[in-house]
C-alpha cells in the first residue's frame, strides 16, 4: 500500500501539474507569454509589408529600429500611438517578420497588457539568449497614472529593466498612455509638476510614432491593395460606402471590406 503522503502529492501533480518546457529561443518566429509561461504561437503570418499602405515615414521608422535590434546595435523602445485600426499592431508584426525574412536574429514576443509585472521574469528567461526580442503590448493604456509605474519602472532601467537583446514595442491609442483629464485631477501642491510627470510615461520611449486617420483617397489605395493582391475585382464607389458602415475609414475597415469582398467572389485569402 503507498504512503498515504505519496497519494497526496501524485494527487496535487494532477491538480497543478509541472509548468511546460521553455521553448526554444532560436526555433520559433513568434511566441505568447501567458500567465507566466512562453509558448510558441501558433501562427505567425503578419501581412506584407508592402500591404500596409499610407504610413511609409512610420514603416521605414520602425523596420530600422528592429534591424539594429537584430544586428545587436543600439535600438529603442517604441510606442505606436493613434487611431484605432490606423495600422500600429499589423506594422509592428510585419517589421519583425521583415526583418526575419532578411535574416535576421529577431523574434516577438507577444504579452497581455496586464502582465507588466510578470515581464521581469520573462527577461530572465530570454536575457542570455544570442536572439534578439521584440516584446510587443497591445493596446496598453492606463486609467491612473498609478497603474502605469511598472511600465516606468521597466523603461527607465530599474532594478529588473529589460535586457540589451529585448525592447518593448507598445500600442496604444492614447498619445500619453494616460488621458490627460486624469492627469489633471492631482491633488499635488503643483498641479503643473504633476501633469508634466503624468503625461512625461510615453516621454520614457525613445522612438514614438503617431497613426492618424485616414483620408478617402488613402483608404481607397489600401483597398486596392489588398484587392490587387489577392486578385479581387475592386468597385471603388461600393469600397467608399462600405466605410461609413463601419462608422470609420481606417485599414482594419478596408480589410474587413477585401474578406467581404472574398467571401462574395468565393475566394480564399
Do not use: C
Not at 501533480?13 to 511566441?31: K, T
Not at 523603461?155 to 496604444?172: I, K, W, Y
Amino acid at each position: 500500500m503507498s504512503d498515504p503522503l505519496d497519494r497526496i502529492a501524485a494527487a496535487l501533480e494532477r491538480l497543478a501539474p509541472p509548468p511546460p518546457p521553455v521553448p526554444d529561443l532560436a526555433a520559433h518566429p513568434a511566441y505568447v507569454w501567458h500567465r507566466g509561461f512562453l509558448q510558441p504561437a501558433r501562427a505567425f503570418a503578419p501581412l506584407p509589408l508592402a500591404e500596409l499602405v499610407g504610413i511609409d515615414a512610420q514603416k521605414a521608422t520602425l523596420l530600422e529600429n528592429v534591424r539594429r535590434l537584430a544586428s545587436s546595435l543600439p535600438a529603442h523602445d517604441v510606442l505606436l500611438w493613434g487611431a484605432r485600426g490606423t495600422g500600429k499592431s499589423a506594422l509592428s508584426k510585419a517589421a519583425v517578420a521583415t526583418v526575419q525574412a532578411e535574416g535576421g536574429a529577431v523574434a516577438l514576443i507577444e504579452a497581455q497588457a496586464d502582465a507588466l509585472d510578470t515581464l521581469p521574469q520573462l527577461f530572465a528567461l530570454i536575457a542570455a539568449s544570442p536572439r534578439a526580442f521584440v516584446i510587443f503590448l497591445d493596446d496598453l493604456g492606463f486609467d491612473a497614472a498609478s497603474d502605469g509605474r511598472a511600465l516606468r519602472s521597466l523603461l527607465e532601467g530599474g532594478a529588473e529593466a529589460r535586457p540589451v537583446n529585448a525592447r518593448l514595442f507598445v500600442t496604444s491609442n492614447r498619445r500619453h498612455l494616460i488621458p490627460r483629464d486624469i492627469a489633471e485631477q492631482s491633488s499635488a501642491i503643483n498641479p503643473r509638476d504633476s501633469i508634466d510627470d503624468n503625461l512625461a510615461l510615453a516621454d520614457r520611449f525613445g522612438l514614438s510614432l503617431g497613426f492618424h486617420a485616414i483620408d478617402q483617397d488613402t483608404y481607397v489605395a489600401i483597398v486596392r491593395t489588398y484587392a490587387e493582391d489577392h486578385g479581387l475585382p475592386l468597385d471603388a464607389a461600393e469600397a467608399t460606402n462600405w466605410a461609413p458602415r463601419r462608422g470609420t475609414r481606417s485599414g482594419r475597415v478596408a480589410w474587413q471590406y477585401v474578406v467581404d469582398l472574398a467571401g462574395r467572389n468565393g475566394k480564399r485569402l
